[in-house]
């Protein structure tokens, strides 16, 4: 017997609405194929429309409405932010519609509360587009990982930070011009600080997170530090020690709590993912059956993000005959199993550090700066000394430190900054090995 379609409206049409709507097309056979049924978009809400057609659907300019039509089954969110996407996707649930969303910033931060609701009517939230676009890491880490208890993840999480980082490294071009084109080419957030302060990478390793260690989402917990501050001297310093550096998110389980942090990482080299260059993402998960596992793909772009959101529409639609107790729980762990493990602060962060500071090329400077290290009982485990600018007094000093709990760290800076000797703030980074 031949299925009925199941009828999708979607709301926003532009980036990633207009290549999901050219996936589904381009290959609606073959996803029928998969899914059972063929999956045909009945309506859409859009105040722009970008590089697809609209022919066969009705487009209207009020999301309600689409999300309110009786013909519709599944809601596909694109429209990104908190509002009017969260009272959407609540709409829709009460509504009994299951929804496929790319929206980070409301799953981050609203959702323990969705998924309740959803929990509450029977539907399914599928939200696999919106942590690193077209990797399938959602699914991996909830399902082809869920015989493994995870120590961390660390991912390269925002293809526009990363295309940023790669083009300054290699073409030495300006922050701002790469910015530009990032923006463009559809790859940056409609407010871009939140690629380059970290926070769309926050969003998305708060989710990564939960899923790996069954915690609740917990965004306001997460340590967030942007790229603004990384130098082109500190990139070259960096690959003299054989180091690259990338914005990373970071979720790590310790025995006193989980670390959940993105920030500048300095990482060795040879590492593949610090090789992972331009707008591709790449999320290492270390498992302890398994060992790491590596997932690589590109982070953004319209048909690669759309890629995710048809898979997870296919899920769908294969579920909708599932009984909703015995589906895959949102967050990987059984809703009533989730753990209230801490999150640490950044002062309990334990990792090694980069260090880099203008000091007064004298007898006896790099002997107070190690002191005072070693007062706080850190250890060094490379020192470099660069030549002084022209006649410049001052000569750059670079170090390696072993690992310390970020308290520590602070304080040997706090002291470090006070020598006569040392001038201007002291540039850090912190070192990842991930191994
Ligand atoms: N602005 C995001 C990025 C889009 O650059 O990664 C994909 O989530």
Known sequence: MQLKPVNVGILGLGTVGGGTINVLARNAKEIARRAGREIKIVAAAAREVKGCSTDGFTVTEDPFEVVNNPDVEIIVELIGGYNPAKELVLTAIRNGKHVVTANKALIAMHGNELFAEAQKHGVTIAFEAAVAGGIPIIKALREGLAGNSISWVAGIINGTGNFILTEMRDKGRDFA???????????????????????????????????????????????????????????????????????????????????????????????????????????????????????????????????????????????????????????????????????????????????????????????????????????????????????????????????????????????????????????????????
Do not use: W
């Not at 001052?394 to 709990?405: A, E, F, S």
């Open 177 to 435: 011009d790469v910015l530009a084109e990032a923006q463009a080419l559809g790859y940056a957030e409609a407010d871009p600080t939140f690629d380059v302060e970290g926070i769309d990478a926050a969003h998305k390793l708060t989710i990564l997170a939960s899923i790996a260690f069954g915690i609740p989402l917990q965004f306001d917990k997460t340590f967030t530090e942007g790229i603004c501050n990384i130098t082109r001297d500190d990139m070259q310093y960096a690959e003299e020690l054989g180091y690259r550096i990338k914005h990373l998110g970071i979720a790590r389980r310790t025995d006193a709590g989980i670390e959940l942090r993105v920030h500048p990482t300095m990482i060795p080299e040879r590492r593949l993912i610090a090789n992972v260059d331009g707008v591709m993402n790449a999320v290492l998960v270390m498992g302890d059956a398994v060992g790491p596992t590596l997932y690589y793909g590109a982070g953004a772009g319209a048909e690669a993000t759309a890629s995710a959101v048809v898979a997870d529409l296919v899920d769908v639609v294969r579920a909708l005959t599932t009984d909703p107790e015995n589906r895959v729980p949102h967050l990987a762990f059984q809703a009533d199993s989730l753990s209230d493990m801490p999150i640490l602060s950044a002062d309990e962060f334990e990792t090694a550090y980069y260090l880099r500071m203008n000091a007064v090329d004298e007898p006896g400077v790099l002997a107070d700066v190690t002191r005072l290290l070693g007062e706080q009982g850190i250890s060094i485990k490379s020192i470099l000394q660069k030549s002084a600018a022209n006649d410049d007094k001052l000569v750059p000093v670079v170090l390696l430190t072993q690992r310390v709990k970020e308290a520590k760290m602070n304080a040997a800076l706090d002291a470090i900054t006070q020598l006569a000797s040392v001038s201007g703030p002291i540039a850090r980074i912190r070192v990842e090995s991930l191994n």
